[in-house]
């Protein structure tokens, strides 16, 4: 495995995405509440969330031979998925910091920069997917990858959201609201666990025949990474049942530790089918 | 535009290697990049038989390969900096080392795994079909070295016309992909 700054770049971008559609989905939930401090209650997610950009954007750095040319990546936007990804990852970036930097300087949060952010954040996904989907390498060239992306970014957008804004809504003592909206994050998590699921289920039916040359056939393949991958179901499993444990019980004192094991725990699985992502195509 | 192109004659090669080793010490190449390579098949199997003795159908068969210089090549669509392009002049697939990232990204877009990457330079390298020593009307390093002259570069349709259309053999992707410019006389064992 030498993919590693991809590994933590999509993972880190992903997460990063997901946690600003949450942020997004949270106000909107909140819209008629006049006397709520939103900027008190985002500043901290907004300041982590753009730090997991930044280091989506180092890692992406880091796969480069050449990274002094990184500007001339910018030149083939026409016709190269890498080239469209790569302004688009940009682009989320910049309206990421320009949210934060915004809900600093006038000390609120602007719904419409957030929508704006994730829905390019959506457009990213897209583009990283089909960097992928487009090659020739054939365990990557179904739409497979395309589900199981988005579904890495609704799960840790929303484990994300679940440790950042609801342990903050917590400390506000503000109970009750903290529960409603690790509902919604419970239900945009088993979301996005359903979109890899079924996008596990159709990789072997969508797979292309080989179209490389010493390529091996794709069920070869997964046969030497059938431990892992049940591991890793395993293990958000294992997320799924702690995150509905913070979702229905009244056990809030140690809401913020659980709430950041079941972050580890995630990160841990999508990291672990994004390893076997990796290691299938190369 | 004259393209230029590849005839391989698969029959004859004897996967001797002689193209892969000039077209390496040509190019002054580090260990494990290799503008050109020689693949070996093989499939079958000995059984024996019910008096003890042993029948088999054992089919082997080389296939050397560079970049083909493609005319739809994929490398060369995907690649985000530009840096690999075709030559307007003869339709040889290059790398401009000034411009390339270092993002492999045509490796995975190739069928061919021509593209090869040089660890030391950071950057991306491949068979240019070298076009130095054919500006000097000398002969690319391969097809001079290949001792039973089973490689023959020079403009594909006439390549075409001595030789036929086949770029297509066991073991080698569809040539629909990327329209390689290749032609090859299929050994015995490799026709589909
Ligand atoms: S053989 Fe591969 S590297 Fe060469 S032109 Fe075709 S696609 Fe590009
Ligand atoms: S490694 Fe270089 S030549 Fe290959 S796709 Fe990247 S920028 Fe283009």
């Known amino acids: ?282 | 535009m004259t393209q230029l192109g590849f005839y391989i004659d698969q029959a004859r090669c004897i996967g001797c290697e002689a193209c892969v080793i000039a077209c390496k010490d040509k190019n002054d190449n580090p260990v494990g990049v290799n503008f050109r390579r020689v693949y070996s098949f093989e499939e079958g199997s000995f059984t024996e038989d019910k008096n003890g003795s042993f029948i088999q159908n054992i089919q082997s068969y080389f296939l050397s390969i560079s970049c083909n210089h493609c005319d739809e090549p994929k490398c060369v669509e995907n690649c985000p900096t530009t840096a690999m392009f075709k030559r307007e002049e003869d339709g040889v697939v290059v790398v401009d080392q000034d411009k390339c990232v270092g993002c492999r990204y045509c490796e995975w877009n190739c069928p061919y795994g021509a593209p090869q990457y040089n660890e030391e330079l950071g950057k991306m390298t491949k068979c240019d079909l070298c076009i130095d020593l054919l500006e000097k009307g000398e002969r690319p390093a391969c097809e001079g070295a290949c001792p039973v002259r089973a490689i023959e570069i020079g403009p594909i349709d006439e390549l075409r016309a001595k030789y036929g259309n086949v770029s297509e053999v066991k073991g080698l992707p569809t040539a629909s992909i990327t329209k390689p410019n290749l032609v090859i006389n299929t050994h015995k064992d490799a026709s589909e």
């Not at chain 1, 480069?64 to 001339?72: E, H, I, M, Q």
Request: proline share 2%.
């Open chain 1, 1 to 282: 495995m030498n993919e590693w700054p991809l590994l933590i770049f999509t993972i880190a971008m992903q997460a990063a995405i997901g946690g600003i559609f949450m942020l997004w989905v949270y106000q909107l939930r909140c819209k008629d509440k006049e006397n709520l401090d939103m900027f008190n209650l985002f500043k901290i997610p907004l300041v982590i969330i753009a730090g997991f950009s930044l280091v989506g954007l180092g890692a992406s750095f880091a796969h480069l031979g050449a990274p002094t040319n990184a500007f001339n990546t910018l030149r083939h936007v026409g016709s190269s998925w890498m080239s469209r990804e790569i302004l688009v990852t940009g682009m989320f970036i910049g309206l990421t910091f320009i949210t934060a930097a915004w809900a600093f300087y006038r000390k609120k949060v602007s719904p419409w920069l957030l929508l704006v952010t994730a829905l390019v954040g959506f457009i990213d996904v897209y583009c990283m997917a089909a960097i992928y989907s487009n090659s020739l390498i054939s365990p990557w060239n179904s739409i497979h990858t395309f589900m199981s992306f988005y579904g890495t970014t609704f799960i840790l957008g929303s484990v994300l959201a679940v440790a950042l804004l609801a342990t903050a809504l917590y400390r506000q003592k503000m109970e009750l609201e903290a529960k409603q909206f690790t509902k919604v994050a419970l239900i945009i998590a088993m979301l996005g666990i359903a979109l890899q699921v079924i996008g596990t289920a159709l990789l072997p039916v969508t797979m292309t025949e080989v179209n490389m040359i010493e390529a091996s056939a794709i069920t070869e393949l997964l046969s030497g990474y059938t431990g892992m991958v049940t591991l890793r179901w395993i293990i958000s499993i294992l997320g799924i049942a702690l995150l509905f444990f913070l979702a229905v019980s009244s056990y809030k004192k140690s809401f913020a530790a659980l709430s950041f094991i079941m972050l580890l725990t995630f990160v841990m699985s999508e990291g672990m089918s994004r390893y076997v992502f990796y290691v299938l195509g190369s």
